[in-house]
């Protein structure tokens, strides 16, 4: 049991801080404290301005889903209620509902995206080369057209804010190992299959998502965050039409906004005004009702 070995977040080591979660050493040498903090990120950049409640959401949103698809494969999360671990504190009064207590884990150098509609760099990818990360694809294809079946285009993991970088089948299997790139593709595209159907009968098209791996005790694991706007794109299907983009419940939104106003994406990112926020924050809980998660909880400033 992890809970008496912990009485506050004052007694644990910040071991990493990232875009959006910070990550303790609870000082057992078994796990970690992940929090999700409100800290929005676009273009590799962290944002000035916080999204309120977004943690919590992404918390919520990651939980839902790590307990879905647990048959399929396990993952790092051991306590979801930090409340049985940690005493609140003044740094994150609210954090028993942006945390969770997990196994460390060996994260792995690459990301799994699975894409089953052409949309985002996909699309511009394919745009020029009638290709994505070296799958050939049928010409023809239309912008946010569901693609024949789904595909598995991975990225590298890059840290401290360096550019996440599209890579080749062959490429992930030479940084991780054929065999081992093998299984993560497969288990890639088996929970994107399955989380669809779950997503579509919700009045949720996911056209694409990263999942991140590690290795527990010599086994493959899913952790970090899990189908959440901040990892997927979440169309309504009742929006969606082939041949252009809609609408999504994710920071899409954010990044359209940056694009507008013409941000050159090197120079410190621009605040975010209050209508921007308001209207992240509404698509985020939007992304949640569809999937009936509650909200209650969640107080927001806006």
Request: glycine share 6%.
């Given at each position: 049991?992890?809970?008496?070995?912990?009485?506050?977040?004052?007694?644990?080591?910040?071991?990493?801080?990232?875009?959006?979660?910070?990550?303790?050493?609870?000082?057992?040498?078994?796990?970690?404290?992940?929090?999700?903090?409100?800290?929005?990120?676009?273009?590799?950049?962290?944002?000035?301005?916080?999204?309120?409640?977004?943690?919590?959401?992404?918390?919520?949103?990651?939980?839902?889903?790590?307990?879905?698809?647990?048959?399929?494969?396990?993952?790092?999360?051991?306590y979801t209620n930090v409340l049985l671990?940690?005493?609140?504190?003044?740094?994150?009064?609210?954090?028993?509902?942006?945390?969770?207590?997990?196994?460390?884990?060996?994260?792995?150098?690459?990301?799994?995206?699975?894409?089953?509609?052409?949309?985002?760099?996909?699309?511009?990818?394919?745009?020029?080369?009638?290709?994505?990360?070296?799958?050939?694809?049928?010409?023809?294809?239309?912008?946010?057209?569901?693609?024949?079946?789904?595909?598995?285009?991975?990225?590298?993991?890059?840290?401290?804010?360096?550019?996440?970088?599209?890579?080749?089948?062959?490429?992930?299997?030479?940084?991780?190992?054929?065999?081992?790139?093998?299984?993560?593709?497969?288990?890639?595209?088996?929970?994107?299959?399955?989380?669809?159907?779950?997503?579509?009968?919700?009045?949720?098209?996911?056209?694409?998502?990263?999942?991140?791996?590690?290795?527990?005790?010599?086994?493959?694991?899913?952790?970090?965050?899990?189908?959440?706007?901040?990892?997927?794109?979440?169309?309504?299907?009742?929006?969606?039409?082939?041949?252009?983009?809609?609408?999504?419940?994710?920071?899409?939104?954010?990044?359209?906004?940056?694009?507008?106003?013409?941000?050159?994406?090197?120079?410190?990112?621009?605040?975010?005004?209050?209508?921007?926020?308001?209207?992240?924050?509404?698509?985020?809980?939007?992304?949640?009702?569809?999937?009936?998660?509650?909200?209650?909880?969640?107080?927001?400033?806006?």
């Amino acid at each position: 049991m992890v809970a008496h070995m912990v009485k506050s977040i004052d007694q644990m080591i910040l071991i990493r801080k990232g875009k959006v979660r910070d990550v303790y050493d609870i000082g057992d040498g078994k796990h970690l404290l992940i929090i999700a903090t409100d800290r929005v990120s676009a273009f590799d950049h962290v944002l000035p301005t916080p999204i309120p409640g977004k943690g919590i959401m992404l918390t919520k949103m990651s939980n839902y889903w790590f307990e879905k698809t647990k048959h399929i494969i396990s993952n790092h999360c051991m306590y979801t209620n930090v409340l049985l671990c940690i005493w609140q504190t003044e740094l994150y009064p609210d954090i028993t509902e942006r945390s969770v207590i997990v196994r460390k884990a060996e994260k792995l150098p690459i990301e799994a995206i699975v894409r089953g509609y052409l949309a985002g760099s996909a699309w511009k990818e394919y745009c020029a080369t009638g290709s994505i990360c070296g799958i050939k694809l049928p010409s023809g294809l239309r912008e946010a057209e569901r693609l024949p079946s789904p595909i598995f285009t991975p990225s590298t993991k890059e840290e401290n804010g360096a550019h996440d970088e599209n890579i080749s089948f062959d490429k992930a299997s030479a940084i991780v190992g054929k065999k081992l790139a093998q299984r993560i593709r497969d288990i890639s595209l088996r929970l994107y299959t399955y989380v669809s159907k779950i997503a579509e009968a919700c009045g949720i098209i996911i056209a694409d998502t990263k999942f991140e791996f590690g290795i527990i005790d010599n086994k493959l694991v899913l952790i970090d965050e899990l189908l959440t706007p901040d990892s997927s794109r979440f169309w309504p299907a009742a929006m969606y039409a082939p041949g252009k983009t809609p609408e999504s419940f994710d920071k899409q939104f954010i990044r359209d906004y940056l694009i507008k106003i013409g941000w050159d994406r090197t120079s410190p990112a621009p605040p975010l005004p209050p209508e921007i926020v308001n209207a992240t924050v509404q698509k985020y809980r939007e992304a949640l009702r569809y999937f009936n998660i509650k909200t209650e909880i969640i107080n927001s400033s806006c």
